[in-house]
């Protein structure tokens, strides 16, 4: 029974690269290699927020959570309309000082969630075109790595109010 298993995942794995193999151009190469593919059934995005920018600022930084369902992938990017670049960034503190670097891939273990943010690995929309308020839903876009094609999958963060802001001084007078 097992092998007639194997057989038939082989007969498939054939058959979709015979077809794949139309979609070559003139050279022999495949002309859709680097084209990322829209999908949202492989990857997961839940939960995506942020806190609305302080004034004068103009980045955000997003929580989510991501889980990469059917195999071993890597997070690439991130962009948004409302914003000029999109980065990856770990923070963490070096004698007393913050030090900042900036990631060019997280690996993904499938089936796992991972979370995204201020304690992990934070996803930071940069050089905003426009004002962030709480309330607002802001689509962004995370290029992923997944069986060695660039996927892209499309997500909205909700942005929340920082917390204490709106709040009276302590000892004013309401």
């Given at each position: 029974m097992r092998s007639r298993y194997v057989l038939l995942m082989l007969l498939a794995l054939f058959a979709t690269g015979a077809w794949a193999a139309d979609a070559k151009d003139a050279k022999g190469a495949d002309a859709n290699?680097?084209?990322p593919v829209k999908d949202t059934k492989d990857v997961m995005i839940q939960n995506?927020?942020?806190y609305e920018p302080?004034?004068?600022q103009d980045k955000i930084a997003l929580e989510m959570e991501v889980t990469c369902?059917?195999?071993?992938c890597k997070l690439t990017g991130i962009e948004s309309k409302l914003a000029a670049s999109g980065t990856m960034q770990r923070y963490w503190a070096k004698h007393g000082r913050l030090v900042v670097e900036t990631?060019?891939?997280v690996p993904l273990r499938h089936g796992h969630t991972m979370k995204l943010g201020v304690r992990t690995i934070s996803l930071v929309l940069q050089g905003l075109r426009r004002p962030v308020t709480a309330g607002q839903r802001?689509?962004?876009?995370?290029?992923?790595i997944l069986s060695g094609k660039n996927?892209?999958?499309?997500g909205k963060a909700l942005i929340k109010a920082r917390p204490g802001v709106g709040l009276p001084a302590s000892g004013a007078q309401a």
């Amino acid at each position: 029974m097992r092998s007639r298993y194997v057989l038939l995942m082989l007969l498939a794995l054939f058959a979709t690269g015979a077809w794949a193999a139309d979609a070559k151009d003139a050279k022999g190469a495949d002309a859709n290699a680097n084209a990322p593919v829209k999908d949202t059934k492989d990857v997961m995005i839940q939960n995506a927020w942020g806190y609305e920018p302080q004034p004068g600022q103009d980045k955000i930084a997003l929580e989510m959570e991501v889980t990469c369902l059917p195999t071993f992938c890597k997070l690439t990017g991130i962009e948004s309309k409302l914003a000029a670049s999109g980065t990856m960034q770990r923070y963490w503190a070096k004698h007393g000082r913050l030090v900042v670097e900036t990631i060019s891939a997280v690996p993904l273990r499938h089936g796992h969630t991972m979370k995204l943010g201020v304690r992990t690995i934070s996803l930071v929309l940069q050089g905003l075109r426009r004002p962030v308020t709480a309330g607002q839903r802001i689509p962004f876009t995370l290029t992923l790595i997944l069986s060695g094609k660039n996927i892209e999958v499309d997500g909205k963060a909700l942005i929340k109010a920082r917390p204490g802001v709106g709040l009276p001084a302590s000892g004013a007078q309401a």
